[in-house]
Nanobody
């Protein structure tokens, strides 16, 4: 099970740090964890992914977001800086036992999602 936290309402230019914590996952360190997001009326898109050897892939946002992991805490983080209104979405974390890919179809375990709103 994956649980997201850290979302909320911020103003443009501010930062947020999302957390994705796995429970009951003794093999968490072998998983790839990705962040996806879905804005109202839009398709879900991949944001970033980190694999078991800490190699990160960035998709929708390549310069303002940083993904990292702490295997001791079974947690992956998404540091989001200089947020823009277009970053407003529900953010989901998802896990799989293989490497990072952009497609959401191959991720087997999902969190419930957390809202991020960027507005002045």
């Amino acid at each position: 099970q994956l649980v997201e936290s850290g979302g909320g309402l911020v103003q443009p230019g501010e930062s947020l740090k999302l957390s994705c914590t796995a429970s009951g996952a003794g093999t968490f360190r072998f998983w790839s964890i990705a962040w996806f997001r879905q804005a109202p009326g839009k398709q879900r898109e991949a944001v970033s992914c980190i694999n078991s050897v800490d190699s990160a892939s960035h998709y929708a946002v390549k310069d303002r977001f940083t993904i990292s992991r702490d295997n001791a805490q079974n947690t992956v983080y998404l540091q989001m800086d200089n947020l823009k209104p277009e970053d407003t979405a529900v953010y989901y974390c998802a896990g799989r036992e293989w490497g990072c890919v952009e497609s959401s179809d191959v991720f087997s375990t999902w969190g419930q999602g957390i809202q991020v709103i960027v507005s002045s």
